[in-house]
């Protein structure tokens, strides 16, 4: 396609690419068996968004490899992959690719529940744990390299100690920017407390990081609702892409987005899973205060936010 355009274009070509997106799971003293579901939940949502066939698609969760709450956290992932199903696998080759991904060693087919499928040739997530650097180089390469576009994630263990909260985290977003395909998105999930307690290492670290999006305690693709925040690769990592969408407050050299909210906070209601007829209810109460925001729009929207009428 783009060597047809390319004669005919009188601007530069500019395109965004996917990318093999992780999702950094940061140790903190806020972790707790309701913190773990509500989060388990936005990554099985996010992972099954459109059957995967998103650029901004989770595909790699890394965590400390000694984290108290790595199997739960696993463990609530499956369960809520289960009530997500994904839409129709459209996407060219799909079926194929699906296929290529359970071959995989300790790969999981983790298949809907009866009320969560609803379409023909619906596909199960395939949830591939304990992945290492070891675990196979040629297994490990395709799912480091190869971004999937179908419902495929992998847990990474990382052997970083896991009481030091910023050692992790830089050592996690190294891993991720040498051997994770493409720089469009990433995710960290880091507790309140943690954030605070080493706010100018945290922030430190995300300025540093080679990701066009970067997305603490929300989905990166978020990003691209907003008109005034930037979507494309970082500059100069064109396995990604080249270019961005977006920014329209025209800031000159825009390197990245990040989008942060807190660990717990009660809009996480707006950003969260919610069943299709409560978001519908929310997503317009919110356009209509966008669009007018006063007193009663506001009231409106949280009278849905908080209380679904």
Request: aromatic share 12%.
């Amino acid at each position: 396609t783009y060597e047809q355009i390319k004669p005919l274009a009188k601007a530069p070509i500019c395109s965004e690419l996917g990318a093999v997106n992780p999702w950094i799971i940061v140790p903190g003293e806020q972790w707790n068996d309701r913190t773990v579901n509500r989060f388990a939940r936005n990554l099985a949502f996010a992972k099954m968004i459109n059957n995967g066939h998103i650029c901004a698609s989770p595909q790699v969760l890394l965590v400390p490899k000694d984290w108290p709450w790595r199997q739960k956290f696993l463990d609530r992932t499956k369960f809520w992959l289960r009530k997500h199903g994904g839409s129709p696998p459209f996407y060219p080759r799909s079926p194929e690719t699906h296929n290529f991904f359970k071959g995989f060693p300790n790969a999981q087919v983790v298949e809907c529940d009866k009320e969560a499928t609803a379409f023909e040739n619906q596909q199960g997530a395939v949830l591939i744990p304990n992945v290492t650097s070891d675990y196979d180089s040629k297994n490990a390469k395709d799912i480091f390299q190869s971004e999937a576009f179908c419902p495929v994630l992998s847990e990474v263990p990382l052997d970083c100690p896991a009481d030091e909260p910023m050692e992790f985290l830089r050592f996690a977003t190294n891993f991720a920017e040498e051997n994770l395909n493409g720089s469009l998105t990433a995710a960290i999930l880091v507790d309140n407390k943690t954030m605070k307690k080493y706010r100018e290492e945290l922030d430190k670290i995300i300025v540093q990081m080679k990701y066009g999006i970067v997305g603490v305690n929300i989905y990166p693709a978020f990003a691209n609702s907003i008109p005034q925040l930037t979507w494309g690769a970082f500059p100069g990592k064109t396995d990604s892409g080249s270019g961005t969408i977006g920014n329209s407050c025209l800031f000159k050299n825009v390197e990245k987005t990040v989008i942060r909210v807190p660990f717990n906070w009660l809009g996480h209601r707006l950003v969260g899973v919610n069943p299709p007829k409560r978001s519908e209810l929310v997503f317009s109460r919110f356009a209509r205060y966008k669009l007018r925001p006063n007193f009663y729009t506001q009231t409106l929207l949280f009278t849905a936010l908080f209380l679904g009428l």
